[in-house]
């Protein structure tokens, strides 16, 4: 079966510009989340739907990180404006089922550098 | 929220030998312990996973354990080899009412020294 796809692979903005990322999950998977991986860190969950609904959204950074998953498959994650401490790889992973124990299937990640 | 706590950060061990990993989690209600491993430059791929009402796992050289008591999983490598070498982590799972929420721990960095 195809993985979750993520693009791009790299970017490098400098501080104060906006970037997107994008992730489409593998078909059928109904939860999606995005992590921020920092250099030497576990993965931190951003944000995690269900669907096209938000499950949890708690440590998003909300004046600056913004993401949707309008029609419950794709999703995209924005920052604006980005900060040197955004650098890192952010991960989108998705899971098949809610209400069982599955895995989550990770993408590639995007990893960004805010210079 | 759940915090799970990983040890060693950091761990080299000869070929052959075994390699263990520990983690610590903090709420009760977590049911799922996948551990995932990370290859440089490359996407986090589940290794093994343990559900709640079982104590231990085992898949060829990989084993998990866990002990609810004291909220800790560990995973056990055998007969480490050089491709082995990668960070691991460990995560805690719980389902809320519209999915699981994974909870990650900050990953041990594995050397297989040949």
């Known amino acids: 079966e195809a993985g979750v796809a993520q693009s791009p692979r790299y970017k490098i903005i400098e501080k104060r510009q906006s970037v997107a990322f994008w992730c489409n999950p593998i078909?059928?998977?109904?939860?999606l989340y995005w992590y921020q991986q920092i250099l030497g860190q576990g993965p931190k969950l951003l944000i995690q739907f269900q669907n096209n609904g938000v499950v949890d959204d708690s440590q998003l950074p909300k004046d600056r990180f913004s993401a949707e998953r309008l029609k419950g498959v794709d999703s995209t994650l924005k920052i604006q404006p980005a900060k040197l401490e955004d650098s890192a790889v952010y991960l989108c992973?998705?899971?098949?089922?809610?209400?069982?124990?599955?895995?989550?299937?990770f993408g590639q990640g995007t990893r960004l550098t805010v210079v | 929220g759940e915090n799970v706590e990983q040890h060693p950060s950091t761990l080299s061990v000869q070929e052959g030998d075994s390699a263990v990993i520990k983690c610590t989690y903090s709420?009760?209600?977590?049911?799922?312990f996948p551990w995932y491993k990370q290859e440089l430059g490359k996407r986090p791929q589940l290794i093994i996973d343990?559900?709640?009402?079982?104590g231990e796992k085992k898949d060829q050289r990989i084993a998990v354990t866990l002990n609810k008591t004291a909220k800790h999983f560990s995973l056990h490598i055998t007969e480490t080899q050089p491709e082995d070498s990668a960070v691991y982590f460990c995560a805690a799972s719980r389902i809320v009412n519209t999915g699981n929420q994974f909870y990650f721990g900050t990953g041990t960095s594995l050397t297989v020294i040949p």
């Open positions: 078909s059928g998977h109904a939860t």
């Open positions: 343990i559900r709640s009402n079982v």
């Open positions: 709420d009760s209600a977590s049911n799922y």
């Open positions: 992973a998705s899971s098949l089922v809610h209400g069982k124990n599955t895995e989550a299937f």
